[in-house]
């Protein structure tokens, strides 16, 4: 028989599994060693196991501190995005001024580059986009620019083709914008 001291009980009986709830010093001066044994082993099984769960909980911690981590590098990738994006638009809305003042220096005059390749003379036709004729202009054989006088447009979209001999040869569409 082993006796148990009551401070070793009472600190085993208030922690552990049910089985020690109900000893009491007189109960346990009955118990075999081998009960006891048993009962210290099943304590230690126990306390193993939560020690195992703590290393599994530390490592789940570790886990998602990880993940903020990563969520913070993602959320500094966008804001880096974010910004290019910003710099991007502000290009273009510069590169928009320069060319609507590209626009608002043509006030007399407007060239008109056509790529086209022919033998015998052409006329270049401008319509409204009703249909209704606005200017005739002919074309040499030999050249693709011409000046067509901007101040017999008003602002707006205007179509063209330019034909020879009696051909449509080009299709295309003029926007017209003047101070």
Known sequence: MVIIYTTFTKVFCK???????ALTPKVVRFLSKEVLIDAMNMIVDAMSMLVDAMSMLV?????LVDAMFMIVDAMSMMVDAMSMMVDAMSMMVDAMFMIVDAMNMIVDAMSMMLDYSINDDARLEITDITGNLVGTYNLPATGTTMKIQ????????YL??????NVVIKLGKIVVMQQ
Do not use: E, H, W
């Open 15 to 21: 922690t552990t599994t049910p089985l020690f709830t």
């Open 59 to 63: 490592d789940a911690m570790s886990m």
């Open 150 to 157: 901007s101040n017999n447009l008003q602002n707006g979209m």
């Open 160 to 165: 063209y083709r330019v034909i020879s001999n």
